[in-house]
């Protein structure tokens, strides 16, 4: 699909920030590529596999210009075990450096409400917002490093299209 | 060292018990082999090692005479974080289906009672109870599946000692 | 760099070819991105590591445009070890599919020949070349999935340079 | 079953010996447990998992009384990429330190004969002969190191059994 064709990716609807001092939005990330990791701490596949993934992208991002990675803390299940309290020993537990927003919470079921608004379908999932705001890629589960590597440096070096 | 120049295994001091429905003691297991693997739902160390060996070896203990785990949550960090309602759904979620102790907090320092009492260096720890309620081993950090292995064989299959 | 600052690269000099009926060129993958991957087949590192991500490459290069995967056995200690005869039972053994090289021995010395021209320092070694024929990245020992997937997704979204 | 009922392990035959300057017979290592690792040097099961577990027991086993671990290049396939100046290239690469067992080829058939006489199914196979020489246990496939640290440890344990 062309770029356009693209749906535009939705606000990040958060009740509070860790690993950072001021709110993001993803439309002040405009021009740059964003890789949004959505994961519970709780959730064994996200320990195991897409947070240490996500982890070792942030390294690499330090040395790329225009790749930013963001997490979301998505709780959808065991809401009183996966406290903000519980989440930010997690985080120091596990060096986690890029910022990671607090999903709000729905008031009338479980799922929180950006889990909601992009349809995720559990976690891990990534998201990749393109230059323009537009998700380019919308996965559920353990990504392979070669191929998001492959989708993320085509996506660096893709010229941003003119309207 | 011979058997009898093994120190006792201090009881267990303990706030409340998962996956059980009865408290446990050591000394209700006297004539069995008992691994008490100590751990933090937060350790990463514990979930990506320690843990997967301690259902491992539940696992193979359904098939052997004399061997039983036992897990104990030792938190001396995080407190808030680490709660019995949050270990619950890490249970849950990391299938962890030996008896789990929670370890009961001290009054006056981070370090809970039973973790003080058997000198716990942090975790994970692994302590061996031979079937007289001694410590035939203690050790910090991850161990090896194959050394751990033999030494329980070993136990297993002594005689047990006569006074 | 800019690409016509990058160095041409050499010739593969070739003493006989694996899972190809033609002899390949690099001249002829011209307008393609080649990842030449140079083992020997005794090497714990390239088993373990390299060979097993040349291979995921050469899956997931079925279905991108412009990418081929090329082995070359450059085998410079043991060579009575690792002959032509060992290597195909090893293709075989290890379901490698893409098209391998034997690197044609030097009259007069260990290092075969197009080890030499690329002055590889050991083995594993991993050269990118780019659409022109370049070399776009030279490396020795295991290569991050994430980082390689990285630069290839760049090269193959670049659009070629026009002198 | 009990001791008297393990059938007696058939004596080793064998063209050659690596790593050791005797050729070495299960009867004089009677008194002790050997772990004999039937492997081929081209077989990825045995490089990824039973080698390296192989070579962990052998550490092991140098602080341990009465363990033995053997090898033995069990060829039933691609002889001619097999050979034993490819073995000594392999044993030095992987850094193989036990003693290692040619098995001799059959005059008649692929399956060379110590293979034949123990009747294995392929590579890797374990066989873990007890202290009168007789088999304990003869598994086919990755062998868990936790429970076959159990097996050893119950066999190094248990007293000799008196006819």
Same mark, same amino acid.
């Given at each position: 699909m062309t770029h356009t064709e693209r749906p535009l *990716?939705?606000?990040?609807?958060?009740?509070?920030? $860790?690993?950072?001092?001021?709110? #993001?939005?993803?439309?002040?990330?405009?021009? /740059?590529?964003?890789v949004l990791h959505a994961f519970q701490m709780l959730c064994p596949g996200c320990v195991s596999t897409a947070i240490p993934q996500a982890r070792k992208l942030n390294e690499?991002?330090?040395?790329?210009?225009?790749l930013v990675v963001l997490g979301i803390h998505?709780?959808?299940?065991?809401?009183? *075990?996966?406290?903000?309290?519980s989440l930010e020993? $997690?985080?120091?537990?596990?060096? #986690?450096?890029?910022?990671?927003?607090?999903? /709000?919470?729905?008031?009338?079921?479980?799922?929180?409400?950006?889990m909601a608004a992009y349809?995720?379908?559990?976690?891990?999932?990534?998201?990749?917002?393109?230059?323009?705001?537009?998700?380019?890629?919308?996965?559920f589960g353990a990504e392979d490093d070669l191929a998001l590597g492959l989708i993320l440096g085509n996506l660096l070096s893709a010229p941003p299209s003119t309207p």
């Open positions: *990716a939705p606000p990040l609807i958060v009740e509070r920030w $860790f690993n950072t001092d001021q709110p #993001i939005t993803l439309e002040s990330l405009r021009g /740059r590529i964003v690499i991002a330090k040395s790329i210009d225009g998505t709780v959808f299940e065991h809401h009183a *075990a996966m406290t903000p309290v020993a $997690f985080l120091h537990e596990y060096k #986690i450096a890029f910022p990671v927003a607090v999903d /709000r919470p729905s008031p009338d079921r479980p799922i929180p409400q950006t349809g995720f379908r559990g976690t891990p999932s990534t998201v990749i917002v393109d230059r323009e705001g537009r998700i380019a890629r919308h996965s």
